[in-house]
């Protein structure tokens, strides 16, 4: 222990690589002795503030600033890396800022809220998976899980980004689907709502509840009365016509037969044949007995009651259908108003029939999103593939040397606490010891006090026998 200490140099404050006090100060002549400013141009009055963007950049690598000191030309490296970090990160705030947009339906202030926390959150991320380890080099394991959430990140941010790229494309097709939705619902609602015929309508197939709409009269309700008239008004034109026809050539024979008139030879005057007479008592026996008359006056009623009731159905099919088209308006309407702003999900459902059947987009859309997962990962990549640099090293022996540091210090405290032990141990048993002694020595004492008095008893009683028998 003590040699382990004699090698390891003293260090005082902001001597140690992890403080951050100012850089060790070493016998040893190496390019990060030199002063922290040197070759730079330095003000003669110091300024109350100086924001030094270099800096601030490598802070989001999670390098050690004193121990990067001592390696100044790798500053450029981890300011670089800085950067791609701070990139990722504005990436990501806009990937974000577009999805809350899209699920708000609206650009608003809102938005920026969970905007700042993701691009905070991918940062802070990012600068978890590039932060310098040491015996990074041994570790295989952990590079690939942090490649693996870079990846998962990275999807998970380019999303949003390719459907900003393809909004038109997607809005213009939700559109088109929105359209066609609202079409074959109007044609599903005309369909399964015909002008009813009679009034047992039946329901054609494929429409239900969704599509049947409710009606206070409907045109079928007379429409079984107006068929019975048409039908026996049709049977019973036929009839009058018939009959009207053969009155007609009943007529026409009177009358070409009464225009013959013969004369009688007993009074000179002239008269009408025999042939004649029967032919118009025929003719009126021919009305009477089939009532050509009064059917023509039957039909003329019913032909009447038609032209009511057809006016009727008429009023009443229009009533029906400016009824059916308000209801399917109203369903129009309803359906509209689900149709509201353009949902994330609904955007990557169309975005992916958009791809469907087109070789072109769908290597596009893939092409982008690999794209936007690259910048995500190259923060990563870019650490981890541009090998182990000399700040990297430095790291591992400093943390290899605090790890042996510490075990050392350990044992040490280890060593004191048992020889402390050792010694609390050895004074309880020199306690024990004495007071063991003391006990044996009162004892002894307390025996040797007995025994004189019995010896002094003994001697007086013997003194007193002595008396007795002298007496």
């Known amino acids: 222990m003590d040699g382990t200490a004699a090698r390891t140099p003293k260090n005082g404050p902001g001597d140690h690589p992890y403080d951050d006090g100012q850089p060790a100060r070493t016998g040893v002549s190496e390019p990060a002795a030199r002063p922290r400013n040197a070759g730079i141009h330095t003000p003669t009055a110091r300024r109350p503030f100086h924001f030094d963007a270099a800096r601030r950049l490598r802070t989001l690598t999670g390098v050690d600033e004193e121990l990067l000191a001592r390696v100044g030309y790798e500053r450029s490296k981890y300011t670089a890396l800085g950067g791609v970090v701070l990139g990722t990160s504005v990436i990501a705030a806009f990937s974000m800022w577009n999805f809350a947009t899209e699920a708000l339906g609206r650009v608003s202030a809102v ?52 459907l900003r790229v393809f909004q038109t494309a997607i809005e213009e097709h939700v559109a088109d ?41 409907t045109p079928g309700e007379r429409a079984e009365e107006l068929s019975a008239l048409r039908s026996d008004a049709t049977v019973l034109q036929k009839r009058v016509d018939r009959d009207t026809g053969k009155l007609e050539r009943l007529d026409s024979e009177v009358r070409d037969e009464c225009r013959r008139l013969i004369r009688i030879a ?77 949902g994330v999900l609904e955007r ?39 090998g182990e640099s000399a ?18 210090e350990v044992r040490l405290a280890e060593h004191r606490a048992m020889a402390d032990l050792e010694m609390a141990q050895d004074a309880i048993e020199q306690e024990v010891r004495r007071h063991r002694a003391e006990s044996e020595a009162a004892a002894r004492e307390h025996a040797a006090a007995m025994n004189i008095r019995v010896r002094q008893a003994v001697n007086a009683l013997e003194d007193e026998i002595r008396r007795s028998s002298a007496v």
């Open 177 to 217: 689907e929105r359209t066609d939705t609202i079409d074959q619902l109007r044609t599903n609602l005309v369909r399964c709502n015909p002008v009813p015929s009679t009034t047992r309508t039946v329901t054609p197939e494929g429409c239900g509840k969704t599509y049947v709409l409710s009606f206070g009269k």
């Open 391 to 408: 700040y990297d090293r430095m790291l591992t022996s400093a943390s290899n040397s605090g790890v042996k540091i510490h075990d050392a």
């Open 111 to 162: 938005a920026l809220v969970p905007t700042v926390i993701w691009m905070l959150f991918v940062l802070n991320l990012d600068r978890w998976l590039v932060t310098p380890q040491p015996n990074a080099r041994r570790r295989v394991g952990p590079l690939l899980t942090r490649l693996l959430i870079a990846v998962l990140l990275g999807a998970v941010i380019a999303e949003p980004l390719v």
């Open 266 to 342: 007993a009074t000179g005057l002239y008269q009408r044949t025999s042939e004649c007479l029967r032919l118009r008592a025929k003719a009126r026996e021919y009305r009477m007995t089939h009532r050509t008359e009064e059917n023509e006056r039957r039909l003329a009623r019913m032909n009447s009651r038609i032209s009511t009731i057809e006016a009727q159905q008429t009023a009443s099919r229009g009533a029906f259908l400016k009824a059916r088209a308000d209801g399917v308006e109203r369903r129009l309407e309803e359906e509209r108003a689900h149709q509201q702003e353009i």
């Open 348 to 386: 990557m459902r169309a975005l992916e029939e958009l791809a469907t059947g087109n070789p072109v987009l769908f290597v596009g859309i893939w092409l982008l999103r690999l794209l936007f997962v690259l910048l995500d990962v190259l923060p990563v990549l870019v650490k981890y593939l541009s």
